[in-house]
């Protein structure tokens, strides 16, 4: 089992930055692709990012040129970058593990919080 725990998360103007964090509890495959996820209020749960390498990353088209995912593989851990932010950005964000093997899992954080209003 993996726990993984998303902090950063808060209020912020629009325009503004924030920068989210997602910490393993145990090391993890470096091949093992990990993601962020958003869900706002009404709406189903939607990929933001995800990233297995630095020059393997993938994003939505709506936060493209705004957010830039990385990982820190020595501590575990994956982070959001997220710039220029609008109100359309207000969601919990959730940090994703998924780990390849011959019974692929994957695992979720309990989600952050990042509001977005003047």
């Known amino acids: 089992q993996v726990q993984l725990v998303e902090s950063g998360g808060g209020l912020v103007q629009p325009g503004g930055s924030l920068r989210l964090s997602c910490a393993a509890s145990?090391?993890?495959?470096?091949?093992?692709?990990m993601g962020w996820y958003r869900q706002a209020p009404g709406k189903q749960r939607e990929l933001v990012a995800s990233?297995?390498?630095?020059?393997?990353?993938k994003y939505a088209d709506s936060v493209k040129g705004r957010f830039t995912i990385s990982r820190d593989n020595a501590k575990s851990t994956v982070y959001l970058q997220m710039n220029s932010l609008k109100p359309e950005d207000t969601a919990v964000y959730y940090c994703n593990l998924h780990t390849l093997g011959i019974v692929p899992m994957d695992y979720w954080g309990k989600g952050t919080l990042v509001t977005v209003s003047s």
């Open positions: 145990r090391s993890i495959f470096s091949m093992n692709p």
């Open positions: 990233i297995i390498s630095t020059d393997n990353t």
